[in-house]
């Protein structure tokens, strides 16, 4: 990118560097690394360089006394970006900017990422909420423009007379700017200085004849004096009018491209925020021209886990991109996730990985963020808008409320807005202060609002503050319920977002066909056709003595009445509440909400839609061995649409538990689609105290904070019934907290800092150590601590925004799908010589590989649960012990050519095919069998190296994963000769040990590509090892080497294999083995050689002497001293060995190598500490190595 500055200036200076665009030269702000504590996030960089004076150079507002610099707001902070110079990407804006050495050096451009509409052209200059950075948006159009991007990047093909027309316009803003006459003019500025290079360059050789000269003069003077006379701000009317042209001549300007790998290799993905209709991610394919993936406006959420993005759509099936290279990826999703912000909805966050920290520290305080209180245009702006949100919010307010906001024009600063009778909403502001890094409120303000002289206090948070005040502990502050941001509300502050078109009113019905009601109506009683009185979908003698519940047609379609019990003897003040229920739940129209249709008069009816399969709780509770734990995310996720919909709406339910749930449709997989009905007794229910019957039922379900007031119903108060009724899904329709019988017990539970709610059923069951569940454990603790112990938090500001639950459900759906068919395609289909069983398909398809009951817990436990995760997905047929393969299935063992791939401390490894069912190709296998030691003629010892293969076998068997070698079973096999051997059959890996290939195939790279690969490799090892330590079980190796890590073919992969050493630590922190086991001395740390003790420790040890073997190109690890020593015959010394190792710096254990990067061999050192606990953990080598 072209900015029209030397960067090679920049590569000595050590420091961060961000170039800033400018109307003439482009600039550039250092930052030391003195000034970096550490490191930055890319947004703070941002904040800094506006906080700190960065634009200092730049004067917007001339005048004949001081000149108005740059200043850029907190309402603009978003539509920037840092594009790095070195990756040629942006950066998200929580990535982490980090000076690793005083001497290093790395530049960004800051970029304007977000552009304005389309619908510039109808632009006034005031309509922009910050000037400042509107004029950066010009420069940064007028450089791309003048240094030819547009032409380079976008291809656009600017008219010549376009080109010269813009010249002129700019010519003459830089003149008023500058206090120029025409005369002025014409004597300073040169022509082609204003033009893109490669017009400048056709034009410059006739640029001096006469003729064109004097018609570029004769232009000129027109479009100066067009200009002058146009109004007090001659120079901003020509950014105005230089910006409409250029925009509208090149209107793919705001697009971005990226490449992706898809079927074909590699290939070209879009973004077209503004020159398609509607605003979409494409594909292109080239001469078959753009092929949609999905609108950003439909984006539900972003999942991205390395090069590797998952798309979720509200109207389509999510798509799954790979890219490149990482940064590509986040910079994909920092651009989706921006513009979705900036045109869409302002506070969500589409992506739990790419996000702006401001707006996660919004949405924690419900913040509102930078609105001014100040009118701006003609339309009065942020002021008229904060109105709108009190009157919206006109139903909840009450004295104490209260709404907060960021200050428009500082980056820490807050303003609280309060609802307080006799003023007109007062404005109290939240000051930081940065020396003590504190808030508090401003004093003057509080003596003005309240006539009274409170004391100062400092709070270390927002939240600190807003808890404070809302507690009851401040005398003469008492706030209530705070306003927060609507789900997709349109907010002044999204600049990206086209201007709304006006909606047309909606028609009256054409009849009354219930489905095309567009909403509640009076139904006529003759229409209306009752039936028996239902139950949750069976008989009974209604809800309760209260309500009265019966099914009915009404026309052709089958709805449900609600009425009051005649026979009750307050009929009418009942009535009365169950119109008040009602009248909210009129105007609801979704999809997983039950549709109120209307009602009738005299007796006063309420018509719904029937739902047939009755309440939720009670289907739970019947078909609990029907009911599998996916199905139970989907129901979780459809209530979660339901909840972000009532939040768009500013509304509340007031209720949500499963038996206001209803089921619409239930088949014989376990498939569920729900509703969430309203709470017909609410009303009724806030009238009584909360010890009544009625009201202890529902206990379980009501927040904390509603206790006092039963009417309070808010958002936050939803989201605690959700978490509740999350469990109550979860664990098949169980009651909550089922072991409280009293008001008091709740309040004590619910209030301490130790209360824990059970583990649902469903869940617990598939809590497991198997490796092959790795990923479902970690998911299902996000369903049991995000989604049910946050929410139903005591204090509300600690529970999850709606729109924050429909992502995490979204994602958890996608991802246990995943998991299924991970689990499902690397298992082989083997030969028909058994039939296959459904416990063993189940068991497969689970992780399980066919494991002995020894290991059976490591398991996720049987599984009708695992297997119909994808139901539609048919298994392999699998063997009836899926870890035994018939003798005959093997292939070329017995061949007089068989190939010896390798050896290990119990087995030799030999290639030969294997061969599958249903008349498939064999494939190819590597068998791993049992030396024969022709010495070794003693039972016992034969024994106990069998035992040790065995044992390698379940270890083996119980693993799976993409850096550890996979094993399809195992085989007792009978030679022709009558001699018997046990083998473990396992997959092919091609291109043989890591040893090997540095040495033969890593000598045919070029030296770009071998580091890449190489580090590649070394993070394959250490996600593999991490996957190792990691299981509840946890395995240590005990003979990590080159020698035994694998490398496929391409795409190369490294994977762990030989667990011969290896050993399960159980509940040790450690694992001590006999004096005479065999042990490989060089890559041992000192403690395994002087005391004989493994630990994960160890582990790293061994793993940073592979690196080194990989580095040297397959060298054996020495070490360079004259301290070792050799015995009589001719073996190591292993007591030198330990004394050199625990005697020597941790960089002398192995030499650095010229292919070691400074920062790679850093790490390796800190692998070879004595001391094991200084070592760093698998977990922190991998976060390491991806910074690299």
């Not at 922009?128 to 791309?144: E, N």
């Not at 003790?1093 to 080194?1108: E, I, N, P, R």
């Not at 030499?1151 to 400074?1158: E, F, Q």
Request: proline share 4%; aromatic share 10%; with cysteine.
């Amino acid at each position: 990118m072209d900015i029209g500055i030397d960067r090679k200036l920049f590569k000595t200076k050590p420091g961060i560097h961000v170039h800033f665009y400018s109307s003439q030269s482009a600039k550039t702000y250092t930052l030391l690394p003195s000034e970096v504590a550490g490191s930055m996030l890319a947004e703070e960089l941002c904040i800094h360089l506006f906080t700190n004076h960065a634009f200092q150079f730049y004067e917007i507002e001339p005048s004949d006394g001081d000149s108005e610099y740059l200043k850029i707001y907190p309402g603009s902070l978003h539509l920037f970006q840092l594009w790095s110079c070195d990756s040629r990407q942006y950066l998200a804006p929580n990535d982490e900017i980090r000076l690793i050495d005083q001497t290093m050096s790395t530049e960004f451009v800051l970029r304007i990422r977000f552009h304005y509409p389309s619908s510039l052209q109808e632009l006034n200059f005031y309509d922009v909420r910050d000037s400042g950075a509107f004029y950066y948006y010009f420069v940064q159009c007028r450089q791309d423009f003048i240094h030819d991007m547009l032409h380079d990047v976008y291809h656009s093909h600017v008219k010549e007379d376009l080109s010269v027309g813009l010249a002129l316009v700019d010519m003459c803003r830089l003149a008023f700017e500058k206090h120029y006459n025409l005369k002025q003019l014409k004597e300073k500025f040169e022509y082609h200085n204003f033009l893109p290079r490669h017009v400048a360059k056709k034009i410059k050789g006739i640029i001096v004849k006469r003729q064109l000269t004097k018609s570029l003069n004769t232009s000129l003077e027109e479009t100066y004096n067009k200009y002058i006379n146009s109004g007090d701000k001659p120079h901003r009317n020509c950014i105005v009018s230089y910006l409409k042209k250029l925009l509208a001549s090149v209107p793919e300007y705001a697009s971005e491209h990226f490449e992706i790998i898809n079927e074909d290799g590699r290939g070209k993905l879009a973004v077209h925020p503004y020159c398609q209709k509607p605003s979409a991610i494409y594909l292109d394919r080239g001469k078959n021209g753009m092929k949609p993936v999905g609108n950003i406006s439909s984006l539900t959420a972003i999942d991205i886990t390395g090069e590797t993005v998952l798309l979720h759509f509200t109207d389509s099936k999510p798509q799954q991109l790979e890219f490149t290279e990482v940064c590509q990826s986040r910079s994909f999703v920092a651009l989706l996730e921006g513009y979705y912000r900036l045109a869409f909805d302002y506070h969500y966050c589409l992506s739990n990985q790419i996000y702006s920290p401001m707006v996660k520290l919004w949405n924690v305080i419900k913040c509102y963020g930078p609105l001014s209180l100040h009118s701006h245009g003609k339309d009065g702006g942020h002021k008229d808008y904060l109105k709108v949100i009190w009157r919206r919010n006109a139903h909840v307010v009450c004295e104490g409320s209260f709404l907060i906001k960021q200050r428009s024009s500082s980056f820490t600063d807050y303003v609280m807005i309060l609802h307080k009778m006799g003023l007109n909403f007062p404005a109290m502001h939240i000051l930081y202060n940065p020396t003590s890094k504190t808030y508090t409120c401003d004093e003057s303000v509080l003596k003005q609002i309240f006539q009274s002289h409170p004391r100062e206090l400092h709070f270390n948070s927002v939240k600190e503050l807003i808890k404070y005040y809302r507690s009851g502990d401040c005398s003469y502050l008492k706030l209530t319920n705070q306003l927060s941001p609507v789900p997709r509300e349109e907010l002044p502050l999204m600049l990206c977002r086209e201007r709304s078109s006006s909606k047309a009113e909606p028609s009256a019905a054409a009849s009354l066909d219930l489905q095309s009601l567009d909403g509640p109506a009076i139904l006529s009683h003759n229409d209306l056709q009752m039936g028996n009185t239902v139950y949750g979908g069976l008989k009974s003698k209604g809800i309760s003595s209260i309500l009265e519940l019966k099914e009915g047609f009404y026309g052709k379609e089958r709805i449900l009445v609600t009425q009051v019990n005649p026979s009750i003897g307050n009929h009418a003040a009942m009535t009365l509440c169950l119109q008040q229920d009602v009248q909210k739940a009129m105007r609801w129209k979704h999809d997983n909400i039950v549709r109120v249709y209307g009602f009738c008069l005299y007796p006063f009816l309420v018509i719904s839609q029937r739902m047939m399969e009755g309440k939720l709780d009670v289907l739970l509770r019947k078909f609990a061995s029907s009911v599998q734990l996916h199905h139970c995310i989907q129901v979780t996720g459809q209530i979660a649409q339901a909840l972000d919909y009532l939040k768009s709406q500013t509304c509340t339910h007031g209720l949500i538990r499963c038996s206001n749930i209803l089921v619409s449709s239930f088949n014989s997989h376990g498939e569920i689609n729900v509703k969430l009905t309203a709470d017909m007794m609410a009303a009724h229910a806030a009238a009584l105290p909360l010890t009544d019957r009625t009201n202890t039922e529902r206990l379980p379900w009501i927040a904390l904070e509603r206790w006092t007031n039963l009417a309070n119903e808010t958002t936050e108060s939803d989201v605690y019934s959700f978490g509740m009724t999350v469990w109550e899904i979860f664990s098949y329709g169980d009651r909550p907290l089922s072991f409280i019988h009293s008001i008091d017990q709740l309040k004590i539970f619910i209030e301490s800092d130790e209360r824990s709610i059970a583990m649902p059923s469903s869940i617990e069951k598939f809590i497991t150590s198997s490796s092959s569940a790795e990923k479902c454990n970690s998911l299902i603790n996000v369903i049991y601590e995000r989604l049910i112990t946050a929410n139903i938090s005591a204090d509300p500001s600690g529970r999850m925004n709606p729109q924050d639950i429909l992502r995490e459900t979204i994602i958890l759906n996608c991802k246990f799908t995943e998991i299924a068919y991970e689990h499902v395609a690397p298992v082989p289909q083997l030969s028909s010589h058994h039939q296959a069983g459904s416990a063993a398909a189940a068991e497969v398809a689970s992780g399980g590989s066919g494991i002995s009951e020894d290991n059976h817990h490591r398991l996720i436990p049987a599984t009708t649960h695992s297997t119909s995760l994808v139901h539609s997905r048919p298994l392999p047929s699998l063997p009836t012990s899926p870890h035994i393969i018939d003798p005959a299935d093997l292939i070329g063992l017995e061949s007089t050519d068989v190939y010896q791939l390798g050896q290990g401390f119990y087995g030799e490894v030999y290639k030969c095919k294997l061969r599958q069912r249903n008349g498939k190709p064999t494939i190819r296998c590597a068998v791993k069998m049992l030396k024969n030691n022709e010495q070794d003629d003693h039972t016992h010892e034969k024994e106990l190296r069998l035992k040790e293969f065995e044992r390698e076998l379940k270890l083996m068997v119980s693993l799976t994963h993409k850096n550890i070698v996979q094993v399809f079973g195992e085989c007792f096999y009978t030679y022709s000769n009558g001699k018997e051997s046990f083998l473990i059959v396992m997959e092919y890996i091609g291109c043989g040990s890591l040893s090997i290939f540095v040495k033969n195939g890593g000598s045919r790279l070029g030296l770009d590509e071998k580091q890449q690969l190489y580090k590649k490799f070394c993070l394959d090892i250490a996600e593999g090892m991490l996957f190792l330590h990691s299981l509840n079980d946890a395995i240590i190796h005990r003979d990590l080497a080159a020698r035994n890590v694998l490398v496929t073919d391409q795409p190369h992969v490294a994977k762990i294999t030989d667990f011969g050493l290896a050993r399960i630590l159980g509940d040790e922190e450690y694992y001590r083995c006999k004096e005479n086991s065999q042990l490989p001395w060089l890559w041992c740390a000192p403690e395994s050689l002087s005391s004989r003790k493994f630990t994960k420790a160890s582990d790293v040890w061994s793993y940073a002497v592979v690196l080194w073997e990989m580095y040297s190109g397959g060298k054996r690890p020495y070490i360079s001293s004259n301290q070792l020593k050799t015995k009589a015959d001719g073996n190591m010394d292993i007591g030198s060995l330990i004394d050199v190792l625990e005697s020597s710096a941790p960089n002398s254990r192995l030499p650095k190598l010229p292919m070691l990067s400074p920062d790679l061999y850093s790490l390796m050192t800190k692998c070879w500490q004595t001391e094991p606990l200084r070592r760093p953990t698998f977990e922190s080598i991998c976060s390491q190595l991806r910074m690299l």
